[in-house]
């Protein structure tokens, strides 16, 4: 049985379509990323895989069953974009009531919540109530409540927006860690932290999916994507391009230049390059095989 089933999937607001025509199928196992510009439907595709919206045509399942139907319960859960919490009770309190409202005993549920938590190193925050942590804590707080019951498929809407940078590689870690028994789908903005975590890529453009992108193909590939230090840009391409089996070299952005080969040898244009790099004494920031998250869905090869 599929993780989420889309069938044709459209959604209107009034005269506005936010969503046409989504049909694909997600299988369970690392996680998946939703990406797209501002407006392109990902809020809305989330609202109907959570059950909050009805589509306006087309069909969707989430593990054979409709969003929001009483077989989903602890089974699929979603950390909203705006996700708010009850300014009047304290944290664990929250947490207790949503767990007992997924069928924990009040004990479990309140160990419950301290387990989740915890994932989100909130321990020692469980007694204080949402006004007195900061935006990012209030995030990770909401990110808790979405891993009560350890579900199957958890939506992420902008999990790290706001969150710095300690915190953002922290709720990384846990998506990695839980990811397996659990099936992350992540909306981000965020190139490299997608690329880090997630296989597969969902790029929605006004309201259609436009591409599925492997991240894992890049292992096959015959790319390079090669960062230097401070170099000339004119005399690096000229001489890699007297290297064997080389097609094509660019400067995508200052100092990355991405590579087309043909060598059908493991390593060799990646030793061909490091020799040259020592020849002419250029340092290098990194030699990543095949392209970026960026290159494969913003530019045609
Ligand atoms: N409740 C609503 N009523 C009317 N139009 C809406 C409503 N919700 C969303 N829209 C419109 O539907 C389109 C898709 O919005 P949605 O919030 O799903 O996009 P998004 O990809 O999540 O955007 P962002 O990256 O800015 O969060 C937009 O044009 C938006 O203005």
Redesign the pocket.
């Known amino acids: 049985m599929s993780l989420v089933s889309c069938k044709g999937l459209s959604k209107s607001?009034?005269s506005?379509q936010?969503l046409k025509q989504v049909t694909i199928t997600l299988e369970a196992g690392s996680p998946i990323a939703l990406v797209?510009p501002?407006?392109?439907?990902?809020?809305?595709l989330f609202s109907l895989l959570c059950g909050y919206i009805k589509p306006s045509a087309g069909e969707v399942s989430l593990l054979g069953a409709k969003p929001g139907s009483a077989e989903l319960l602890g089974r699929v859960s979603s950390l909203p974009?705006d996700a708010a919490l009850d300014p009047n009770l304290d944290i664990i309190t929250q947490l207790t009531l949503f767990a007992t409202l997924q069928g924990f005993s009040t004990k479990a549920a309140k160990a419950e919540g301290i387990r989740v938590l915890g994932l989100v190193d909130l321990a020692d925050s469980a007694q204080q109530k949402p006004k007195s942590l900061s935006h990012g804590m209030s995030k990770r707080v909401s990110i808790a409540q979405a891993l009560i019951g350890s579900p199957e498929l958890v939506l992420l809407d902008e999990p790290t927006a706001g969150l710095d940078p300690a915190n953002a590689k922290k709720i990384r870690e846990l998506v990695k860690t839980l990811s397996g028994k659990t099936t992350f789908i992540i909306s981000s903005h965020n190139l490299d932290e997608l690329e880090k975590l997630c296989d597969q890529v969902l790029y929605?453009e006004q309201g259609q999916l436009s591409q599925s992108v492997s991240v894992k193909e890049s292992q096959h590939e015959d790319y390079l994507t090669l960062t230097m230090q401070q170099c000339d840009a004119g005399e690096l391409v000229s001489e890699v391009m007297q290297l064997g089996d080389i097609s094509s070299i660019e400067e995508r952005q200052p100092n990355e230049f991405l590579i087309k080969h043909n060598s059908g040898e493991n390593y060799a244009i990646e030793i061909a390059l490091l020799s040259l790099f020592k020849q002419h004494n250029w340092q290098y920031k990194a030699v990543l095989k095949g392209r970026t998250l960026e290159e494969k869905l913003f530019s045609k090869p």
């Open positions: 607001y009034g506005k936010a797209g501002n407006g392109a439907g990902k809020t809305t974009q929605l």
